[in-house]
């Protein structure tokens, strides 16, 4: 009875082979390990984004090179509570990533088993919108850096903090490279468990 | 003979249980119509909170009681440029999530097949990812709103236009209702699909 549970994981090969056996010679499945490797490699560029926005972001820090008697003007990420918010959020979901790839590694060794896929598909939703809750407000604010509001007079702030604001873009424009990957990730997931 | 055609979805407990018979007991599954029901009743709830937030950020316009002899002071959700995003994506959400109410009953209908559950976590998923950036763009407006930003010398709005900042604040949580439903939706969907 054991050996039979044991049976649909591995049943493709098997199955093949023999030809009294139930289990049927409909189960492909040779894609699912490419898509698992898949999983895998685009695991590593949205580590690659994800840290790299929060740290694109966290470095972002400009004074200028003139100053009053009491007051220095600089803008660095802490000035926005949002930036803030988008370090923690990218630098959480960066570590997630990394912690989500043995997950993958299961995935590639063992292409049939529904249980990491599961799990990965669970986690990656979560972080997925964190990681775009992140982004989003943040591009929220960037955009207004750039071009301000007339009706409740907030001034842009991009012609005095140039480099600040080509910084922070750059963050968002990295985030949102996580976020599309991560949405990816999902689809793929889904179909892998989905399909036969 | 379309009995037979039936088997491919349960093969798996087929394969265990059975002596003779195809289409065996061991199909349990009938937790996978509750999913169902209950993914069409959360479906019609985050239709509720995403129109319920597009049409309450739509209609959010405050116009100021005094005024001078070229300026009238007035808000409205086209003074943001992040508001107009978040009122199109809301109704572009609700829009999908009306469209998707068919996909659900099928799987009502059908609680073991795959194919309406495949589409509906993909399509659920980039609209989530939609419906988030929507929804956090918009709360960092609201944020800067009421606590402005001191750094940038743009003033918190909220003192002057209360009722502008308390209906878009309302649209906003609105907004993560939705936000959270569909992330429920997706893992529901994702366990159906994944447990046998």
Known sequence: ?????????????????KGVVVVAPARPGGWKKGVAIMDFI??????????????TMGTS?????????????EASYDSF????????TMALVGGYLVLSLPFSIVA??????????????????????????????AAAIVYLA?????DTNWL??????GDFCAQTS?????????????????VMSALAIGKP
Not at 1 to 17: D, H, L, Q, R
Not at 81 to 88: D, E, P, R, S
């Open 170 to 186: 750059a963050a968002v424009v990295s985030s949102l490279v996580a976020v599309l990957v991560l949405v990816l990730l999902i």
């Open 108 to 137: 590639i060794v063992r292409p049939h088993a529904v249980g990491p896929r599961l799990s990965l598909i669970i986690l990656d939703t979560v972080f997925l919108t964190l990681a775009t809750a992140g982004g989003a407000s």
């Open 42 to 55: 685009l695991r590593l560029g949205a580590i690659a984004a994800a840290l790299g926005a929060a740290a």
């Open 61 to 73: 820090d400009q004074t200028l090179p003139f100053f009053t008697q009491f007051f220095q003007f």
């Open 156 to 161: 842009a702030i991009c012609n005095q903090f």
């Open 146 to 150: 750039h071009n301000g509001d007339q």
């Open 1 to 17: 009875m054991s050996t039979t549970i044991e049976i649909p994981e591995s049943s493709t090969k098997v199955a093949k082979g």
């Open 81 to 88: 509570t949002t930036f803030q918010f988008f370090v923690i």
